[in-house]
T-cell receptor, first 113, second 111 residues
Framework: GAGVSQTPSNKVTEKGKYVELRCDPI?????LYWYRQSLGQGPEFLIY????????DSGLPNDRFFAVRPEGSVSTLKIQRTERGDSAVYLC???????????FGPGTRLTVL | SQQGEEDPQALSIQEGENATMNCSYK?????LQWYRQNSGRGLVHLIL?????REKHSGRLRVTLDTSKKSSSLLITASRAADTASYFC???????????FGGGTRLMVKP
């Protein structure tokens, strides 16, 4: 079956611009997670959804970052006024429940010039 | 911040040899998972071991967990060039099962 998909695969933007990153989880998965991975490091948790609501957004670095999941399926990570330090690979994962394996998408590589 | 620490940070071996990677963590866990990542993109889930388990096998992979030492190891037997990748351990935290990753071990298997 289809795995987690993320679009775009690569995004290059200029400092100060607004970007949206999209995640399509595995069908039927209720839990959805966003992580960010900087070069040479492991992924770091940003936010997770259980259904439509953001259950924990404690990993979001500041209020320029926001994510939504309005219908409990697709999620969008939104970054306002991008900074060069936001450059990273943004990974999305989904799982069928809070105790099951998280399956990751291929990631979106964001480059802020 | 990252909870786990992988050791070694980099490992280079010949095809056919075994590769062992270690992971240490700081707080109590429910589960520990190992993932593989090629070329800095998506992570592939390898194996999940629960806190009440001590050892688990999957094909050429063997994972051990010692909760008293807060450590885990991943053994890849009879390695292949295709095993070349970065390997991460991840522990869950919080009611939402958010994963905390270590910095990874970069494994190179030479043909």
């Amino acid at each position: 079956g289809a795995g987690v998909s993320q679009t775009p695969s690569n995004k290059v933007t200029e400092k100060g611009k607004y970007v949206e990153l999209r995640c399509d989880p595995i069908s039927g998965h209720t839990a959805l997670y966003w992580y960010r991975q900087s070069l040479g490091q492991g992924p770091e948790f940003l936010i997770y959804f259980q259904g439509t609501g953001a259950a924990d957004d404690s990993g979001l670095p500041n209020d320029r970052f926001f994510a939504v999941r309005p219908e409990g399926s697709v999620s969008t990570l939104k970054i306002q006024r991008t900074e060069r330090g936001d450059s990273a690979v943004y990974l999305c994962a989904s799982s069928s429940s809070l105790v099951d394996t998280q399956y990751f998408g291929p990631g979106t590589r964001l480059t802020v010039l | 911040s990252q909870q786990g620490e992988e050791d070694p940070q980099a490992l280079s071996i010949q095809e056919g040899e075994n590769a062992t990677m270690n992971c240490s963590y700081k707080t109590s866990i429910n589960n520990l998972q190992w993932y593989r990542q090629n070329s800095g993109r998506g992570l592939v889930h390898l194996i999940l071991i629960r806190s009440n388990e001590r050892e688990k096998h999957s094909g050429r992979l063997r994972v051990t967990l010692d909760t008293s030492k807060k450590s885990s190891s991943l053994l890849i037997t009879a390695s292949r060039a295709a095993d070349t990748a970065s390997y991460f351990c991840a522990t869950d935290r919080g009611a939402g099962n958010m994963l905390t990753f270590g910095g990874g071990t970069r494994l190179m298997v030479k043909p």
